[in-house]
């Protein structure tokens, strides 16, 4: 999040690339809180939601959680 944020370098270009996309739907609120990019994130049309709330709307649309 703090690199799709920030706006520089060859990463952030790759997450500008994935937002207009459409991959990138949405960033956790509670990270982007805590490193104070929140009107960054939504300026780059990233909507922002609790991590929990977000797993739960996939999950109930059939999308299962694969952990390493």
């Given at each position: 999040?703090?690199?799709?944020?920030?706006g520089e370098g060859?990463?952030?270009?790759?997450?500008?690339?994935?937002?207009k996309s459409g991959?990138?739907?949405?960033?956790?609120?509670?990270?982007?809180?805590?490193?104070?990019?929140?009107?960054?994130?939504?300026?780059?049309?990233?909507?922002?939601?609790?991590?929990?709330?977000?797993?739960?709307?996939?999950?109930?649309?059939?999308?299962?959680?694969?952990?390493l």
């Amino acid at each position: 999040e703090e690199y799709v944020a920030t706006g520089e370098g060859p990463i952030a270009e790759t997450f500008e690339t994935l937002i207009k996309s459409g991959a990138i739907d949405s960033a956790c609120s509670g990270i982007a809180k805590i490193y104070n990019i929140e009107e960054k994130l939504k300026e780059k049309g990233v909507e922002l939601f609790p991590f929990g709330e977000r797993l739960a709307k996939y999950i109930n649309e059939g999308y299962q959680v694969i952990t390493l």
